[in-house]
């Protein structure tokens, strides 16, 4: 389908006044993203296709942990009133989370700072390992990372992954996008700097990773425009 038709073919819901307002320098989305859709529009889009993908029939009783949550989808869901249980966003940009503890008041909504090292993201922090543990409760239905492994090299993403299990529900669910070639044999950062820009994964090598961190395979979808990547959806093995 062309990308055209694609965009006029989503059902983008309606941006109401803003109820929370983001500085732009919090913006964490490509240009190509946000110059088609606000935050809002995106962000609810995402949210609907990981419902889908994962089979939930709503998020009004759901609870997500976002890990490199940005600000985008705590914009989707408040400026558009989406029906949805509790979320947990943690991210490693300090300035941006306390921004969003300060701001969002609703109860259902809870931030947390992780000083895990990102060479892009936070130079200063520390380097995840398997066994990091985060400030939050360990029953969510579904750990999502939207445009996140798309910055990770391996060994952060099986620190990521072990850490992510830790706090899904025995049902609960893993959900990420990702750059995804065949023709490498394992992974490439593609980013001129090699500092986690714009990291590629073969497909079977990533999905080996997860595996091996303790979660099961249930399906796979292909990127849309530059909108999303491929993704993933795994099951937490009892
Ligand atoms: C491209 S942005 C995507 C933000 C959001 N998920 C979205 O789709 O709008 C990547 C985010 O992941 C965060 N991040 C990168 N590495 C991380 C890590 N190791 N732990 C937690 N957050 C991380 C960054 O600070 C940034 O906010």
Redesign the pocket.
């Known amino acids: 389908m062309k990308f055209s038709r694609l965009i006029q073919s989503l059902k983008l819901p309606n941006t109401k006044p803003q109820t929370l307002k983001v500085p732009d320098k919090f913006n ?2 490509s240009i190509n993203v946000t110059s088609l859709m606000t935050p809002e529009q995106s ?1 609810a889009w995402l949210l609907d296709r990981m419902r889908q993908q994962i089979g939930f029939e709503t998020y009004a009783d759901k609870k997500i942990l ?5 600000v ?2 705590s914009q989707a869901i408040i400026n558009t009133s989406l029906p949805f249980g509790e979320y947990v966003g ?4 300090y300035e ?1 989370i306390e921004f969003l503890q300060q701001r969002v008041t609703d109860s259902r909504f809870k931030f947390e700072f ?1 000083n ?1 090292f ?1 060479p892009l ?2 130079p200063a922090g520390i380097v ?1 390992s398997p066994d990091t543990r985060l400030p939050i409760d360990s029953d969510f239905d579904v750990a999502c ?4 492994i798309t ?2 090299h391996p060994f ?1 993403c099986q620190s ?1 992954f072990s850490i992510l299990r830790r706090y899904v529900a025995a049902e609960g669910h893993l959900f990420f996008t990702c750059f995804l070639d065949d023709s490498i044999p394992a992974f490439a950062d593609r980013s001129p700097e090699q500092n986690g820009g714009r990291c590629f994964y073969n497909p079977a090598y990533l999905r080996r990773l997860a595996e091996d961190c303790g979660w099961q395979f249930v399906n796979r979808a292909p990127s849309e425009g530059p909108i999303i990547g491929d993704s993933f959806v795994f099951q937490r093995d009892q």
């Open positions: 964490r989305n962000g976002d890990f490199g949550c940005g985008r989808f943690v991210d490693v940009c941006m992780l895990g990102h993201y936070n995840l990372m939207f445009s996140v910055h990770q952060d990521i």
